[in-house]
């Protein structure tokens, strides 16, 4: 046929094949050769690594950064901060333990009945702090007490409190001779706990709450941890052996509960026609000695 085609066109060159652009067929548009921005070229040039070269540049500068902070051999911050030493609490003393419960045990016999129960005998159970403070009655360590009398027992607490404070700054009692001094504090001591015992009255029937174990059968007293718990039946009546003397049965109970509380335990009568020492028990009797309510009477 020669060198051309039927149709008067030139044979193709021979050579490879080759896609041919036909910008009349959507998606044959040629890619502009100049103008867009920069970052668009340098995308549409290297493709895929134009994305990992920036994220590779980073990941870099961290483990320099880190290198240099933690340089080899040292503890990963992981493990520092497992392995870091915890505060030493304060040290502070350890508690003291709570003393034995101290009463005088109930009658073997039926108690005797007052001959007039001018009494409550039985409180609420709560108790409520006589507020207010008293001056430093004494001299030499300092003993600070609260005062509190039981809920619904209807005694008035300020003269409650007024004669536990007397009958403890007398010379005769527990202070004597410089032995230690005393003062009434209130509430505020109280929340703070800024004292070293209290006094509370309590009624017959909420003894047992307040002297747990110790058997006062709702008759006798006690002293159970910084309580010295004073029976209101007691205060109110006295016992028949100090036929009626009810003003100095009231300054025993006090100095003999309390007397517990600084940690004195009970003693015995020493001999018939002798004082009784505050410290026996004599809510029960007397055992051939004359009542006395005073430590250094």
């Known amino acids: 046929m020669g060198g051309r085609l039927t149709d008067g066109r030139p044979p193709a060159r021979p050579g490879p094949l080759a896609a041919r652009l036909d910008p009349r067929v959507p998606g044959h548009e040629r890619a502009p050769e100049r103008g867009g921005s920069r970052l668009r070229r340098f995308a549409h040039r290297y493709g895929w690594r134009a994305y990992a070269i920036p994220f590779l540049a980073v990941a870099t500068l961290v483990v320099l950064v880190d290198l240099a902070v933690h340089p080899p051999g040292s503890a990963p911050a992981t493990s520092r901060a497992l392995t870091a030493p915890t505060a030493v609490p304060t ?7 709570t ?59 300020a003269a409650f409190a007024e004669a536990v404070t007397a009958t403890l700054s007398d010379p005769r009692s527990w202070g004597n001779g410089g032995r230690m001094s005393f003062q009434r504090v209130g509430a505020a001591e109280a929340a703070s706990e800024e004292y070293e015992f209290r006094v509370s009255l309590v009624s017959p029937g909420s003894m047992e709450r307040y002297c747990p174990g110790v ?83």
């Open 91 to 97: 040290t502070t003393a350890p508690p003291a333990a």
């Open 215 to 297: 058997g006062t059968g709702g008759y006798t007293s006690c002293r159970y941890g910084e309580r010295a718990v004073i029976n209101l039946a007691r205060w109110a009546t006295a016992v028949p052996h100090y036929g009626g003397d009810i003003a100095t049965y009231r300054l025993y109970v006090v100095n003999h509960e309390v007397g517990h509380a600084l940690g004195n335990g009970h003693e015995d009568c020493p001999g018939a026609g002798q004082l009784a020492p505050v410290m026996q028990q004599q809510t029960l009797g007397l055992e051939g000695c004359t009542r006395n309510a005073w430590p250094f009477p």
């Open 99 to 157: 003393p034995p419960a101290q009463g005088d045990a109930g009658p073997t016999e039926t108690a005797p009945a007052a001959a007039v129960e001018d009494y409550v005998r039985q409180g609420s159970g709560s108790l409520s702090i006589v507020d207010g403070s008293s001056e430093v009655h004494g001299t030499g360590p300092l003993q600070r007490f609260v005062v509190e009398v039981e809920d619904g027992i209807s005694v008035d607490g």
